[in-house]
């Protein structure tokens, strides 16, 4: 079972570094058996700016292989009311994230590429 609360338990704000690494590891083990995901485990982090990414992410990835969207993800503490970049893009790289961001992302006010989600 992959279950995202115990994936992603020790991130803090200040490791966004380490974010990379554990949502890449996430990402594999969801591909790698989407049947496995529990959708009742909601994402308990502190931190807004990450909780609003995270449920983005499970959206997309939950959206993309036609499961239910679960409830937990439209709950108010996932929007943000500022926009957020977390490549901490500057000018025209925003631009770029605006356009591009994958509708799950821009409903949160949060800003990616579009291949956010891809793993070369």
């Known amino acids: 079972m992959i279950k995202i609360s115990e994936t992603f338990t020790d991130i803090t704000c200040s ?32 931190d807004t700016q990450m909780a609003s990414f995270l449920s983005a992410v499970v959206e997309t990835l939950v959206m993309d292989y036609s ?6 993800l ?10 957020f970049f977390p490549s901490k ?15 799950a992302f821009k409903r949160r006010n949060v800003y990616v590429l579009a291949n956010v989600l891809s793993r070369c």
């Open 67 to 72: 499961f239910s969207v679960p409830i937990w």
């Open 15 to 46: 490791s966004w570094s380490r974010f990379w690494i554990v949502l890449g590891d996430f990402l594999d083990s969801f591909r790698n058996d989407p049947e496995g995901f529990d959708e009742s485990d909601c994402i308990m982090l502190s």
């Open 74 to 83: 439209l709950e108010d503490r996932f929007f943000l009311i500022d926009p």
């Open 89 to 103: 893009a500057k000018g025209d790289f925003r631009i770029f994230a605006l356009v591009e961001s994958p509708p």
